[in-house]
């Protein structure tokens, strides 16, 4: 059987140096990411055994850590990277990752732009 379970931390913001511009570089801007991740855990939520389930704070720290406090020229590289790092944790089968940057360089009404990753263990690049 084929499970859909999930976890999802919304809306984590973060100012941070992201872009290609010169002054991207240099100053620091919001950004503000998702990371949800399925589950290859059988019986999710049949358990109430926390040493059974992922803890959400290492789900965070992930993204955190990665965000840091560098430079990153590309959203799509930082959610590569986030994506990759998720991987890592065994119960974890598949993950998607979205960056939303609201302060970009077009001209005209825009809320954000939005890069989203998705990445599971059967992809080559994961």
């Not at 598949?94 to 263990?121: M, Q, S």
Request: proline share 6%.
């Amino acid at each position: 059987m084929s499970t859909r379970d999930c976890i999802s931390l919304k809306g984590m913001r973060f100012h941070t140096r992201v872009g290609l511009l010169p002054h991207e570089e240099s100053v620091p801007q919001p950004l503000e990411l998702d990371l949800t991740v399925w589950l290859s855990l059988k019986n999710v939520g049949e358990t109430d055994s926390p040493s059974d389930l992922l803890d959400y704070r290492q789900l965070y720290e992930i993204v955190a850590d990665t965000v840091g406090h560098s430079h990153h020229r590309l959203l799509e590289a930082l959610c590569a990277k986030v994506a990759e790092r998720a991987l890592a944790f065994s119960m974890i089968r598949r993950v998607r990752v979205a960056a939303r940057k609201p302060h970009v360089p077009i001209e005209g009404p825009l809320d954000y732009v939005e890069v989203v990753i998705e990445r599971d263990r059967a992809d080559p690049g994961a």
